[in-house]
């Protein structure tokens, strides 16, 4: 990085440097940054202001929310990106993003024994929204995948897998490949598939359905029913609807694993 | 189903759209509709209906055609599915084509096999009561039927009375919205100026042109910072963080000791953000907050690292616990019981399961231990060889 010269030479040769630029119609960068600090400043109280009338919105409207974002995005800013930026600090969009992300990652973490990391969107969005009970703010799923983009920052394998119509959510850093997300995307309609089914639907041989499947026993991802009438099922938990599981204890998941 | 006509899904200028419902599929009357599962959109003037695979099929029924509708509950057994029944007047005469002809069912159904049934109705409720589109015309013309009730079983005074003040209640609310997004749009016009400005900024330090002093560009960082904007170039020259990443990763320097040492001197990062943002109750840190802090504390000499496996597991590790003694006790406690899995490890160590794993696989990585890889799990044993 350059530091600015002195002595007489530097002063002159920088006086030019000036002239020629303001010649040419070209503010110099330095200019342009006491120009952004004052437009920041006004900025700064104009936000303010929409934050004093507006405020509420944003906290109590998902729709509200998903606009602003859009806004947010199309002109290049992020809003969640520092807890220290002005639409954090002013409008509190900060903090209601980041606690989601704390929620969303005890709820993962809670049901990891049972589902090996991985969740349903809509299992996600039922849980914690019991999680934050009922006078708490709504929390639409829009929400939910804001925050779960956030936090893959950190690591950890958070992601996001389309199925059905819907996405599974990923909170381990288990290697999953296209193979392994077209054969979740076949088991989303019964919460489980065979080695069959996979060699019908996909066309694939017997060694690739079964390389795939064991991949996904080993992550504790899936868990095999041998002696389910006549061909072996691999059920996920993930999928499991509310209606048809019980929770398990990790003790309990432990005796179940092969 | 002969209500619905071919529409390009747009909406119009006056019309809002009030909310939308993934997974639903249409019937007529008691029989499912030809149609696959698609998105329910309902606007103030129409209900919506998008194929979820195919997006040029699309169609709307203006709402005026509705008569009245209710809540059909979901059955016993996981395939029974919430629908919502919907009357309807009979078909106008200048109806636009749609997917049926004729159509022997004067209702129809949605079904909700993704659920959202609840605040679908709800919402339905609302715009069937207010009747938006009644005041706002749209740019095409729309056959409408004639004024409709709102779908209630018992009219009592009481009711309507209630149904007034919510009507009053939501037009308000509307104002108060139409209002929010107006301001909205006028400060997003005013964001986007700093935007080109910064850009034009961050350009010129690029190039070189100019003379900027290191308190300058570190100035125009946290112009960055405040305002949410990313820029590549002076993240290359002076990274990521800040003075306010500065303070923050002394706070963590100081706070995290104690839960570090508890742990085994190792915590995955996530652990670490909900730790502290638990603990501040409000003005939490963003994840990317935590992450630019962790990356200085090797420059401010603090005695933390932030380090990231090879699965991409980040976590912040205490200095101390240096990888040799990390790696030989892994070897011990193994030898000791002949084998281990991640789980039985962890278990041992009172360590969470993630990072027990990734202590048996960095001794794995240095030759110590070796894998034995089946579908039971994944063990690992002392490496004789």
Known sequence: MHRRGVGAGAIAKKKLAEAKYKERGNVLAEDQIVQMSKQLETFKSNLEEFASKHKQEIRKNPQFRVQFQEMCATIGVDPLASGKGFWSEMLGVGDFYYELGVQIIEVCLALKHRNGGLITLDELHQRVLKGRGKYAQDVSQDDLVRAIKKLKVMGNGFGMIPVGGSYLVQSVPAELNMDHTVVLQLAEKKGYVTVSEIRDSLKWEKERACHVLDHLLKEGLAWLDSQAAGEAQYWLPALFSELISRDVTPEEANQMTP | MDRFSWSNGLLEINETLVIQQRGVRLYDGDDKAKLDVGVALLSTHRLIWRDVKNHECCIAMPLSQIIFFEEQAAGIGKRSVAKIVIHLYPVPANKEPGPYQHSKYPYIKLSFKEHGQIEFYR???????????????????????????????????????????????????????????????????????????????????????????????????????????????????????????????????????????????????????????????????????????????????????????????????????????????????????????????????????????????????????????????????????
């Open chain 2, 123 to 385: 919402r339905l409720t609302e715009e069937m009561t207010q009747k938006r589109w009644e005041s706002t015309s749209l740019s095409q013309p729309i056959p409408t039927g004639t004024s409709p009730q709102v779908g209630r079983k018992t009219h009592a005074v009481g009711i309507i009375g209630i149904e007034r003040k919510i009507e009053q209640k939501r037009k308000e609310t509307d104002k108060n919205i139409s209002e929010a997004f107006e301001d909205l749009s006028k400060l997003m016009v005013k964001a986007k100026e700093m935007v080109e400005l910064s850009r034009s900024i961050a350009n010129k330090i690029k190039d070189k042109q100019g003379d900027i002093t290191e308190d300058e560009t570190i100035r125009f960082k946290s112009y960055l910072l405040s305002m949410g904007i990313a820029d590549p170039v002076t993240r290359e020259t002076h990274g990521s963080g800040t003075h306010y990443h500065l303070q923050l990763a002394k706070q963590l320097g100081d706070m995290l000791q104690a839960p570090l040492e508890e742990r085994g001197g190792m915590m995955a990062l996530t652990e670490v953000y909900c730790l502290v943002n638990r603990a501040r109750g409000m003005e939490l840190l963003s994840p990317e907050d935590l992450v630019n802090a962790c990356k200085m504390f090797e420059s401010l000499k603090l005695p933390l690292r932030l380090r990231v496996f090879d699965s991409g597991v980040m976590v912040v590790q205490l200095q101390s616990h240096s990888e040799e003694e990390m790696i030989a006790s892994a070897l011990d406690n193994v030898s000791d019981k002949g084998s281990l899995t991640a789980e039985e490890f962890a278990k041992l160590l009172g360590l969470s399961v993630l990072l027990s794993k990734e202590r048996l696989l960095l001794a794995e990585k240095m030759g110590h231990l070796c894998r034995d890889d089946s579908v039971e799990g994944l063990r690992f044993y002392p490496n004789l060889f």
